[in-house]
């Protein structure tokens, strides 16, 4: 039965932030609702289209559509404050139940406000339902990782496959419902290709009202599969620690939330998030702009989308195992250095089949997803589990910057040309990679099998800590 309640909880997980993905746009079952991040670049070109129409979207606002997204990542940083606050107060189900109403109001009330101005969209599209999926993305990140303490690169890969399998079908359904011609833009605005053609104009404000309908729906299941987790006790650390050497340590003494912020390593990680997470995104959101300036194809460009949520599935499987066997700095490496060449090489890819546009978009939102998964590893890792909510809301809140200065950086560079904008993320991504470098984790982390068989067998005794107490010679056998 308790093993039943883990697989439960990992499946409510990941279908969590498959839904909240969708504010990220412009966990399995409550992370495939967060997957909007996979299909914002899809959905605001029709959303840049039916505000043109209106005469409330010209060439002077080229680049404000980044807006979106700035209320998006930055409420999602207070988001996960909140779900952090909450967690500690109500139930575990009240807690994701209570987003997800939030969620699903932020979409409706977009259907509204879409017919005003961007500014009117980033605050209920971007603000309400990104801080409702910053809730939710905490939360779920907590339920793994306490459900399995053992395997946390893993637990944490396989809920966040949700946050990418959601743009899997959200892609297909958005241009089923709004172009399920598979016209292609006919008008030119500056860099911009856009639609004109009013039977797809007149579709764009009731999509957001049932893609709200859709994602609170699986939300809602997910949340309902979600229970307590029954997370490893710091006495079974103890207990396990006191009869190791201090080489073969499980967990680091606790830090607390007033403590990280006098430690170096710290503020290492926290520009790390900021880089790591502004980069992703921005690959996101402009990569069917970009591809329309050389593929003729709205239905190329949407698949585009799509093999990008199916592509980052296996390999946040691979991140997270590797993650785990290998450890955090050989994965960030082994994941940022290749990103440096293929963004420095995207603008040539242009000049060749379109096929490689397809190749080049993939790898780099893979390659650039590795932050999602490491940073609950590295959180447990230098500053304990004990206090793990609230510093990954510390570390999270990277991301605000980020989600604050991608908007302005993207209208400035995008009027100078986009080889430009992909230089400077180039060495944003190189800047982070120095970073990783100087963070105080080993390189090699030895692996130390038996303490974590060890864990693995005091899981059924996790209820019992009574019995861990008195045990107080424990010792771990080969």
């Not at 994701?96 to 980033?122: E, K």
Request: contains cysteine; glycine residues 6%; hydrophobic residues 45%.
């Amino acid at each position: 039965m308790v093993e039943v309640k883990r697989y439960c909880n990992l499946i409510g997980c990941a279908a969590v932030m498959m839904t909240i993905c969708v504010p990220y746009f412009f966990g399995n079952l409550i992370t495939n609702t967060i997957s909007y991040l996979y299909f914002l670049g899809n959905l605001i070109t029709y959303t840049i289209s039916y505000l043109h129409s209106r005469g409330l979207y010209d060439e002077s606002n080229l680049g404000d559509e980044n807006w979106i997204l700035a209320p998006v990542a930055m409420l999602h940083g207070v988001g996960t404050f909140l779900g952090a606050c909450l967690h500690k107060r109500l139930h575990i189900k009240c807690c994701f139940l209570i987003p997800c109403g939030i969620f699903l109001w932020g979409f409706l009330l977009t259907y509204y406000t879409v017919s005003y101005s961007i500014w009117s969209i980033a605050l209920t599209f971007g603000g309400i339902s990104g801080a409702a999926s910053g809730m939710s993305y905490a939360l779920s990140v907590y339920v793994a990782t306490q459900t399995f303490s053992e395997r946390v690169g893993t637990a944490t890969s396989i809920i966040l496959t949700g946050f990418s399998s959601g743009g899997i079908f959200l892609n297909a359904l958005i241009t089923l419902i709004i172009n399920p011609k598979n016209l292609s833009p006919n008008m030119e605005l500056n860099k911009y290709r856009i639609f004109n053609q009013t039977e797809i104009i007149d579709r764009v404000p009731s999509t957001y009202i049932y893609l709200g309908i859709i994602l609170a729906s699986i939300q809602l299941i997910g949340s309902l599969l979600i229970t307590k987790p029954d997370s490893t006790t710091h006495t079974n650390y103890e207990v396990l620690n006191e009869n190791q050497s201090s080489s073969q340590s499980v967990e680091p003494v606790d830090v607390t939330t007033k403590e990280i912020l006098k430690d170096v390593r710290s503020y290492t990680l926290w520009f790390i998030v900021c880089f790591g997470v502004t980069t992703p995104v921005l690959i996101q959101s402009v990569y069917k702009n970009f591809g329309q300036n050389f593929i003729d194809d709205d239905q190329f460009l949407a698949t585009v989308g799509s093999t990008l949520a199916f592509s980052n599935i296996f390999f946040r499987l691979a991140v997270g195992i590797s993650a785990d066997k290998c450890g955090i700095k050989m994965t960030f490496l082994w994941t940022y250095i290749p990103c440096i060449i293929l963004l420095f090489t995207i603008y040539q890819v242009q000049f060749l089949p379109r096929i490689w546009y397809l190749i080049w978009v993939n790898a780099l939102s893979c390659l650039l997803s590795n932050v999602f998964i490491l940073l609950p590893i590295s959180v447990r890792q230098l500053f304990g589990s004990k206090h793990f909510m609230m510093n990954y809301a510390v570390f999270w809140n990277g991301a605000a910057l980020g989600g604050f200065a991608l908007p302005l950086t993207v209208k400035y560079l995008v009027t100078i040309g986009w080889q430009t904008l992909f230089f400077v993320f180039g060495g944003v991504v190189s800047l982070s990679t120095v970073l990783v470098m100087l963070l105080k984790l080993p390189l090699f982390p030895k692996c130390n099998k038996n303490v974590k068989d060890s864990l693995i067998e005091l899981k059924p005794q996790m209820n019992d800590k009574d019995n861990v107490k008195e045990d107080g010679n424990c010792s771990v056998s080969d």
